[in-house]
């Protein structure tokens, strides 16, 4: 639970709303309950006085009657907008923080989360947080505070019926549901680690399903699967199971309420400690007050799966970044940039980069080439202070790792190895918030041969990427994340690969338009095609290391 | 998704589903329907115990027989509430079990043909997706038949009783499903645009998050985070409309539900009162009134159970009605001997995406060693698919040793074919297994020879369990090298006339990659090999190279010729 409320830090500022939500919904389960209770207690009190032929001010306990039902109806629709609005308040809270963390660590640090399936683990991972408030906090203390309420109410009337009641809310609400988990966690374990094999075997089927298919090992691949299949639907049938126990505990727990209430309560009654209608009252109190018991049972099953999600995204959030910002930024002199004997590796593997060494003067444009999978892409990396290494890197001067990201950000852009595209307009791909005129905009469109394309789209520049009958391709996406880098003003510029997935024509064009555009500016362009070295001055060619 | 006409329902396919576990789901219904009839006795118990105590003052032991009635049936209560889970629970687990195994058989199908799309997704509809079924069958169906039921046997019960009350229950019950069909058609429009706008919002942290370096590299990061704020704040209220509407439903159920049962409460207590009615049967009746209610208000709770499934079904059902490109019983025999195959201006575009191929005319001599190159996306996995036969040209034909590809008997082809591709599939089983794919009938024998031939006969000696050891998730244990040269020993056990390699020496350095070259020229003896890549030590050993650029034949050359043009 520690783990939980430590998670909601971010948030605390909200606790208004959080409170507010719980307060109603004690109100709603009481108002329910008082509600059954003034019945109970009204129709006996009216059934005495019609057989004692007596008159009973009946205009109280009916108006009563009347409010909770409306208490009950309207406080419930208010507790869900409460408790909804509490939860996107936290959401809202939870995320910018999240985000604010990631920054320092991208890209190198988030590589090593959830081994690469970062997009698919960390989307889990907060919608499952998503439900820490609503599902899990809100209902376990009103249903908590509810009990206790519930207990201290029957208590006035009936101490040995609030034992009774409060004991057997306690069992359903609590003991049942804890000692469940308990024996769910083993097959909660195991079908989280089958559904994780299955996963993997159905993507490696997939991937490999046209080996398989020449191989004519389709069928003997599917029995695998569904054998998997098999074992993964029977611990979640387990778990199914275990759910149906808690709710049929809960149901007999109320119905057993009842039998013990009367038990309990009738010698009272005859001791006229407590009188008849008092009883009638105290049974539909009971029956009702279960009704707190259900989201509180719940809450507690939905705990270790949030509890494993909240870990994961503290250990990323308090990772530290693999080149941290430095305590004084130095400013750098110029823009002259000079590698010596940089290394570079990823884990254990051989040396991505060994002691290379380069100098790229202020004003220069420079070729690096070789084969693929020779180091160029992760030069351009470390350039951007991506990456750490060995060896020296500076720029003006000023080793990297003494030059704060945003210092950097102002001298080098960059088009990366996977440039990425957000979900958004191409413009707004291409400015990514900055402020340029349209003229100077169209210019760059040009240069990067975007033009004709780009008029082909019936939204212009204004297509959402990967809208419907818009995907961009592999070609275009990256003369889009060209134009990113050559709207900015920076004077050096990284370019890897500039011309991948153009035909040679284009291709001939866009090298040409570069050259002529980028005469005042310092260019590393790292690329394995012929075409591209017309926009270098110098060539350095890299030898592959491995 | 194009195969599905937008506004047909996916629920009939989800009740056919439920058809084929009729028992279970009957079992399910019965003990609900159980557990509610017992309900009313429940009640009817406990009102004559408050009747004998309070009216007729009555001391605790003749009482007691009654109690332990109330306490017996609570435990029944619980019993039959287990019993209809477990049933419930049960039905929907057999179905999934059944969608997946047909789903996945289909999608092997599928796939190789290219028209089921990335294994990501089809990943996650076949695993993730599959599940999304359950809580239609388990909860929704079920919860459907009780709320059709239950309230009527409650209403029968009533009704003699206490005519008024169960008059009262009687005309605010249609009400229930009236509003909610009438809101409900107005919701479930707004929520389902809700849960596209959190999935939206969700897309969006991620999208930011992936694109993280490259807001890095431009400085915008801060400015970024300042948005997910915005945009987070925009989503709750935008949300927040939605549900306010949207919670209107329950409102109403709720409204209905506690106002139906608080008048019954006041009529009884005037009944009462005059003296037209036991406190037996009027207590009876006010412990019912909740409980008439309950199925209603619990199947208004359970349309996000609806909502999941046919979310779920929505993804599944194009996937099991797409067919397959029609294999037409072509029975020509294949041609004897290595395989000649001729390209006759092909062209295959799927629906025209990039990746597709164009007028391709060429020719890939019996017995040769050719390569495949050109830029991702230029058409060489295509046409290595056009090839084997694994998809049908859009126009132009293939002809293998002069007879057309189509017309070919496909099971016999199939066998006279072997493909390497990039990442070789390797299941979880022993090294023996992993081979025996490829001709279940070898011996060790010819194990042996295989691995010699490929230059794992000395890899296997050090491993103390040799052929049987096992191989762990993707092949895990032996190297990326050595796992490619299992795939040709794997190839080499088949007595293939074609091979296709696609990239069999891309991530390997010099000395592995030598070695898997020449687990490819033993390989070439007799057969015809197709080998797709970049690396210039795999092109110079091949005889011809087949370069294509956007889907176009660019040219064929002589691997000389070709490496002295490229940089």
């Known amino acids: ?546 | 998704m194009q195969t599905t006409d937008a506004h047909s329902s996916p629920e009939p396919w989800l009740r056919q589903q439920a058809r084929t576990v009729r028992g279970r789901m009957l079992a399910a219904i019965l003990w609900s329907l159980a557990g509610g009839l017992l309900i009313i006795l429940q009640a009817r118990l406990l009102a004559t115990v408050c009747q004998r105590a309070v009216l007729e003052g009555i001391g605790l032991n003749p009482l007691l027989p009654l109690l332990a009635g109330v306490g017996g049936i609570a435990l029944l209560r619980g019993l039959a509430s287990y019993l209809g889970e477990h049933a419930a629970v049960k039905a929907a687990a057999q179905v999934r079990q059944q969608v997946r195994s047909q789903l996945y058989r289909r999608l092997l199908q599928l796939k190789p043909a290219g028209l089921a799309g990335e294994a990501g997704p089809l990943t996650e509809t076949v695993t993730a997706g599959v599940e999304g079924l359950e809580a239609y069958i388990a909860r929704f169906l079920p919860q459907m038949a009780v709320a059709g039921m239950l309230p009527l046997a409650m209403l029968l019960v009533v009704l003699p009783t206490e005519w008024r009350s169960g008059l009262v229950l009687l005309f605010s019950a249609p009400f229930i499903p009236l509003l909610m069909i009438l809101i409900g058609k107005g919701t479930e429009a707004l929520n389902r645009r809700q849960w596209e706008r959190l999935s939206r919002m969700a897309g969006h942290l991620l999208d930011l998050v992936q694109g993280l370096p490259d807001l890095k590299i431009f400085g915008a990061a801060k400015r970024e985070a300042e948005l997910v704020a915005t945009v987070s704040d925009q989503y709750r209220r935008g949300t927040m409309t939605v549900l306010r509407v949207a919670f209107l439903s329950a409102f109403a159920l709720e409204f209905f539900a506690t106002v139906g049962t608080a008048v019954v409460a006041v009529l009884i207590g005037f009944r009462l009162l005059a003296g037209d009615l036991t406190l037996l049967d009027g207590l009876f009746v006010l412990l019912l009134a909740p409980e008439f209610y309950l199925p209603l208000r619990n199947l208004g709770l359970s349309y996000h159970s609806r909502m999941n499934g046919m979310a779920a079904a929505e993804r599944i059902i194009p996937l099991l009605n797409q067919s397959t490109a029609a294999d037409e019983p072509g029975g020509l025999p294949i041609p004897a001997g290595a395989v000649e195959l001729v390209c006759e201006a092909v062209s295959f575009r799927y629906g025209g995406q990039r990746g597709g191929v164009q007028d391709v005319s060429l020719k890939v001599p019996a017995g040769s060693l050719t390569a495949l190159v050109g830029a991702s996306g230029s058409g060489k996995s295509t046409l290595a698919r056009l090839l084997l036969g694994l998809a049908r040209p859009e126009s132009g034909r293939i002809t293998v040793g002069g007879a057309d590809l189509t017309r070919l008997d496909q099971t016999a082809w199939r066998q006279q074919l072997a493909w390497v591709p990039q990442q070789p599939f390797f299941c979880t089983a022993s090294i023996r297994e992993n081979l025996l794919l490829g001709r279940p009938d070898a011996d060790d024998a010819a194990l042996d020879q295989a691995l010699q031939a490929v230059a794992l006969g000395a890899v296997l000696a050090r491993l103390p369990q040799g052929l049987d050891t096992m191989l762990g998730d993707r092949g895990a244990g032996l190297s990326g090298g050595e796992l490619r040269r299992l795939a040709l020993g794997r190839v080499l056990l088949r007595d293939a006339g074609l091979v296709v390699l696609d990239e069999p020496t891309a991530g390997l350095d010099a000395a592995n990659e030598q070695l898997v070259l020449d687990a490819v020229e033993e390989l070439a003896a007799g057969r015809t090999v197709l080998v797709i890549s970049h690396r210039e030590a795999t092109i110079a050993r091949c005889g011809q190279v087949i370069e294509l650029a956007n889907g176009r034949l660019e040219r064929v050359a002589a691997p000389q010729q070709y490496l002295e043009l490229a940089p």
């Open chain 1, 1 to 546: 639970m520690r783990e939980l409320l430590q998670i909601l830090q971010p948030a605390r500022h909200h606790w208004r709303w959080m409170a507010a939500g719980i307060v109603l919904g004690v109100v709603v389960i009481a108002a329910n309950t008082a509600l059954m209770a003034v019945s109970g207690w009204f129709i006996a009190s009216m059934a005495v006085a019609g057989a004692a032929k007596l008159s009973f001010n009946f205009f109280f306990p009916s108006a009563a009657i009347r409010l909770l039902a409306i208490l009950r109806t309207v406080g419930r629709y208010g507790e869900r907008l409460v408790t909804h609005e509490a939860a996107f308040h936290i959401l809202a809270s939870l995320r910018v923080w999240f985000f604010k963390r990631l920054i320092p660590l991208a890209p190198a640090g988030l590589q090593r989360y959830a081994g690469g399936d970062l997009a698919g683990r960390l989307r889990a991972d907060v919608d499952s947080l998503e439900n820490l408030y609503l599902r899990i906090i809100a209902p376990l203390c009103t249903g908590l505070l509810s009990i206790l309420l519930a207990g201290l109410f029957v208590a006035w009337f009936s101490r040995s019926a609030a034992v009774v009641l409060l004991g057997l809310l306690l069992l359903a609400g609590l003991l049942l549901p804890l000692a469940i988990r308990r024996l769910a966690e083993t097959p909660g374990q195991r079908s989280a680690e089958l559904a994780g094999e299955l996963r993997s075997q159905v993507t490696q089927g997939l991937q490999g399903a046209e080996e398989l298919l020449l191989l004519g090992a389709s069928e003997q691949q599917a029995a695998q699967v569904d054998r998997l299949s098999g074992d993964l639907v029977a611990q979640q049938l387990q778990l199914g199971r275990l759910g149906g126990l808690t709710l049929a505990g809960l149901t007999a727990s109320a119905g057993v309420a009842l039998a013990l209430i009367a038990l309990v309560v009738i010698p009272e009654l005859q001791q006229q400690q407590v009188s008849g209608p008092q009883l009638v009252m105290l049974l539909l109190f009971g029956a009702a007050a279960f009704e707190a018991v259900g989201p509180c049972a719940h809450a507690l099953q939905l705990i270790p799966a949030t509890r494993q999600a909240a870990r994961r995204i503290q250990q990323l959030a308090a990772a530290t970044p693999a080149l941290p910002e430095p305590l004084v930024s130095l400013q750098p002199q110029g823009f002259r940039i000079e590698l010596q004997q940089v290394s570079c590796s990823y884990g254990i593997n051989s040396p991505a980069v060994d002691r290379f060494s380069l100098t790229l003067d202020e004003g220069e444009r420079l070729a690096l080439v070789g084969p693929s999978g020779s180091g160029k892409s992760t030069l351009v990396e470390l350039l951007l202070r991506f990456r750490p290494y060995r060896g020296s890197i500076t720029i003006g001067g000023v080793e990297l790792t003494d030059l704060a990201a945003n210092d950097l950000s102002r001298l080098v852009a960059a088009l990366p190895q996977q440039p990425h595209l957000f979900n958004s307009t191409i413009r707004e791909n291409i400015l990514l918030g900055r402020q340029l005129g349209e003229e100077q905009l169209t210019t760059v469109l040009y240069d990067c041969c975007l033009t004709e394309w780009i008029a082909s789209l019936p939204r212009g520049l204004d297509t959402q990427v990967g809208e419907a009958g818009c995907a961009v391709s592999g070609g275009e996406a990256r003369r889009i994340a060209l134009a990113r880098v050559l709207v900015t003003d920076t004077p050096v510029l990284l370019l890897d690969e500039p011309s991948e997935g153009l035909d040679a024509a284009t291709e001939q064009t866009l090298v040409e338009r570069l050259t002529k555009r980028l005469t005042d500016r310092t260019v590393l362009v790292a690329t394995h095609r012929p075409a591209c070295l017309g926009l270098a001055h110098r060539v350095v060619r890299i030898e592959t290391t491995r």
